[in-house]
């Protein structure tokens, strides 16, 4: 067990561990509302969003937002909001999670342009503050304080 990973355990840390796709991206498996589903992990995106078209899958309830999301080459794209979510990554949980829900199809067009597999969303900042988290590039580990 590395250094960083002995010390980060003792202080109440648990490991997940990240696969690098095809494009660069680092994904992991994330149950929302006790659903499995396939991330990017993106330290650059502000809130944790899923693609509208897995919102029935998710059980997620959504409202109307104002809020417009960009990214990826996209700009001005419609969102909506859900509130009051669960999330589970690894033994790492949170309630009231708040998602944002856009159409993800222009990221999905991407990967699998590059021959990657497609996924269900992208956990951002908000979840990563939440938990602490630590990220090792080198050994491809996410560290979430529980």
């Known amino acids: 067990m590395s250094f960083l990973k002995k010390c980060l355990k003792k202080k109440g840390y648990v490991s997940i561990r990240l696969t ?3 494009t660069n991206h680092l994904e992991f498996s994330a149950k929302i509302n006790g659903m499995a589903g396939r991330f990017i992990l ?10 509208f078209d897995k919102i029935d899958y998710f059980n997620l309830k ?7 999301a960009a990214g990826a080459g996209a700009t001005d794209m419609e969102t909506l909001t859900s509130k009051k979510n669960t999330i589970e990554i690894g033994k790492w949980h949170q309630k009231k999670l708040k998602i944002v829900l856009f159409d993800l199809v222009h990221v ?3 990967l699998i342009t590059h021959e990657a597999e497609p ?6 900042a908000d979840v990563l503050n939440k938990s602490k988290a630590i990220i090792d590039y080198k050994k491809k580990l996410l560290f979430l304080k529980i």
């Open 108 to 110: 999905n067009t991407a």
């Open 42 to 51: 993106d330290t650059g995106a502000s809130n944790t969003c899923i693609g």
């Open 119 to 124: 996924v269900d969303g992208i956990i951002g």
């Open 20 to 22: 690098l796709t095809r």
């Open 62 to 68: 959504s409202k109307e937002s104002k809020i417009k």
